[in-house]
């Protein structure tokens, strides 16, 4: 058995599905840098970077109060899996070369402390996400894929400037709750994923949406999903496995298109 070997378990509407099984706890620890590379990678091919801001965080699955993250001031489009680095839950990196980002560890170390299920963590500051964030409104289920976010989203309203104090990092994971995601009002996005697939690909859906929205709002007065219908929708494309599914094909991509990013 190899780092790519699945088992077959059981998902909650009782379908089969592949699940990633390791020998290791290396070949796991392996698995998970290779994703998070990749969502790195996505990030920049799709312009997600506003200068140095900007960071996705993934837990370590054997020191689990640790969590991998990008060095500060590297271009996501160059991020290679050897620049990650591993930071306690001091803030120390234990591991790899860089700066550490001050607002990447008072968030996303807050984040991780307050949710154990939460594997990994995404935030930037992409034009349509910080657009949609200085409204200081929540998403409304517009579209089928805006429903992945339907009661599952939150808005944290009290911009205060750059996050660097670890009370306001644990104010935001307050604010995101059980949520998978929170608008960071005049600020930006962020999502979370029981895996680093789905809170990339959570990210990625989620600045097309405010994107959509926010078209179509300037086209006129957009017709909004039922209720009923935006939850029995939410239950289709808002689960950790449909998360992790969508985020499958993109990863397939820039892995052909940018193997470099392995060395």
């Given at each position: ?25 290396e ?12 969502g790195?990678?996505?990030f ?49 990196v ?20 307050a ?27 517009l ?88 939850k ?6 808002g689960?950790e ?6 985020f ?11 193997p470099?990013?392995?060395?």
């Open positions: 058995m190899n780092e790519h070997a699945y088992k077959v378990v059981k998902s909650d509407n009782g379908k089969s599905r592949p699940a990633p099984c390791f020998e290791s706890v070949a796991e620890r392996l698995h998970l840098k290779k994703r998070l590379t990749a790195f990678r996505l920049g091919k799709f312009g997600f970077e506003e200068g140095a801001a900007g960071h996705i965080t993934a837990r370590d699955p054997e020191y689990t109060d640790h969590f991998w993250v990008n060095p500060f001031g590297i271009s996501f489009k160059q991020i290679k899996m050897s620049d990650l680095l591993l930071v306690n839950h001091n803030g120390d234990v591991e790899g070369e860089g700066l550490l980002n001050g607002a990447a560890f008072a968030i996303h170390g807050a984040i991780h402390a949710r154990p299920d939460v594997i990994a963590a995404a935030h930037s500051h992409s034009v349509y996400g910080k657009s949609w964030a200085s409204l200081g409104r929540t998403l409304d289920p579209t089928q894929d805006s429903c992945a976010f339907y009661q599952d989203h939150v808005l944290f309203d009290d911009f205060t400037g750059v996050v660097l104090d670890e009370a306001e990092g644990q104010r935001i994971a307050q604010a995101l709750g059980q949520n998978k995601a929170c608008i960071l009002q005049n600020h930006g996005l962020l999502t979370v994923g029981a895996s680093v697939d789905s809170a990339v690909w959570w990210y990625i859906t989620m600045e097309r949406t405010c994107q959509a929205q926010l078209l179509a709002e300037a086209a006129g007065t957009p017709k909004l999903i039922r209720p009923e219908v935006a029995v929708t939410y239950a289709s494309v689960t496995d449909a998360g992790k599914f969508s499958q094909p993109l990863h397939d991509v820039i892995v052909a298109e940018q470099d990013m392995f060395d």
